[in-house]
C-alpha cells in the first residue's frame, strides 16, 4: 500500500492550491484520511481530516479557507486551499487509517509529502 501526494508549488499569498493524494496497492478497507503538515523547524499539525461518513475535521488555523474531500471510487484525498498566507508554508503529508486485508487490522500509513511555499 502506497499514498502519493501531489499539487504542491510556489504561489503568492492570497493563491489557491489544490493536494491530491492516492492509494494504491492492494486494500480491503479505506478509513479516514487526513491531511497534516510540517513546517521548518516545527512539529506536525493536523491540517484536516474526513472519514468514510464525510464527516470533517479542521485546524482552527485553516477553517474557512482550506476544503477536504475524498472520492473514494479513486480513492484519492484532496486538500483544497485558499487565501493562503505565509504562515501556510509546510511540507504536506497525506494519510489514511487502512485495513490491507480482510484478515489484518487497521494501519497508518502516510505519503511522502508535498511542499508548499507562499510567499507574501
Known sequence: VQ???SGGG???????????CTVSGNTFEIG??????????KQREM????????SRTYADLVKGRFTI????????VYLQMSSLQSEDTAVYLCNAQ?????TRG??????QGTQVTVSS
Not at 479516514?32 to 523547524?41: K, L, V
Not at 487502512?98 to 480482510?102: A, D, G, H, L, T
Request: glycine letters at 10%.
Open 3 to 5: 499514498l502519493q501526494a
Open 10 to 20: 510556489s504561489v503568492q499569498a492570497g493563491e489557491s492550491l489544490t493536494l491530491s
Open 32 to 41: 479516514t484520511m487526513a491531511w497534516y503538515r510540517q513546517a521548518s523547524g
Open 47 to 54: 491540517v484536516a481530516s474526513i472519514s468514510t461518513g464525510l
Open 69 to 76: 474531500s475524498r472520492d473514494s471510487a479513486d480513492r484519492t
Open 98 to 102: 487502512i485495513r490491507p486485508q480482510r
Open 106 to 111: 487497521w494501519g497508518t500509513y502516510w505519503g
